[in-house]
């Protein structure tokens, strides 16, 4: 299975996506953080996932530094953030409650931000973080053809978006979106179920996925779901030869015909070459449908 997806004519990911949303737990020094980026660069991976707020604004820095220890780096990878969220911590003392800011203004200021803190000319991938219920879609639209003129944003996307959001906005904007960063698993069947996954592949958006291993729960099962999904999982395991659950976990994403690109968010290097490994799994059609049907509890209509 190839290694890189084009999302449009200027924009190729990696298949496998790294992602920093728990970097402030792994308590990396700045040379060890470094030391990760080039194991995953050597993997293959080239794209990098980032917010303004995770680490309550802080992740974005930490990888700045890092990077500064090593700045030719950049041009191997592409660097992708997430805006739009405001959060009522110590970073935003005058909020009562969270909030999503999509003014014009906002969206500019954090992208701004976030080339400061990575320490970088541009962002290869800009998306808005969540949906909102008060959004403005010209101002959206004006920050990001000011982003894009000005070279700091090279494409632009969005995340957690339902088809008519994605639509919406396409709609207000001059440049094609390029992906939707949304939650898909084996656990999570929300985009299979809302036409999500239909629209995406009728306009050839590719999306990313993020807690492709649905939160962690299947190694250790709790619930009736997690049970069967666990046994489905380690039977077909065992008869693809893999060593662990999650390498299937990530081939039942990465088979399907959407173009799937799963985020890792770890710190442990086996674990990534595990999800990099699954791109040579071949899975059949009815191991897929095997573990779409024990997500689900029901056989097929």
Known sequence: MENKLALNDNLSLSRIIHGYWRLR?????????????????????????????????????????????????????ELISKCGIRLNTDANPELDVKIYDYSFNYIVQQAEASLKHLGTDRLDLLLLHRPAPFFNPEEVAKAFDKLKQSGKVLNFGVSNFTPMQFDSLQSHLDMPLAT???????????????????????????????SPLAGGGLFKPQSDKEHRLHSVLKEIAAALNVESIDQVMYAWLLKHPAGIMPIVGSQ???????????????????QWYKIYIASKGDELP
């Not at 939707?180 to 990313?208: D, G």
């Not at 290097?269 to 059949?284: G, H």
């Open 25 to 77: 737990d792994w308590n990396l020094s700045d040379q060890e953080l470094l030391k990760l980026i080039e194991q995953v660069l050597e993997l293959g991976i080239t794209s990098f996932d980032h917010a303004d707020i995770y680490g309550n604004y802080t992740c974005e820095a930490y990888f700045g530094r890092a990077l500064a220890l090593k700045p030719s780096l950049r041009d191997q990878m």
């Open 180 to 210: 939707n960063q949304v939650e898909i698993s084996v656990s999570c069947l929300e985009h299979f179920e809302n036409e999500n996954m239909e629209f995406l592949q009728k306009h050839n958006i590719k999306p990313m996925a993020w």
């Open 268 to 286: 442990h290097i086996n674990r990534i070459k595990s999800a990099v490994d699954a791109l040579e799994v071949e899975m059949s059609l009815e």
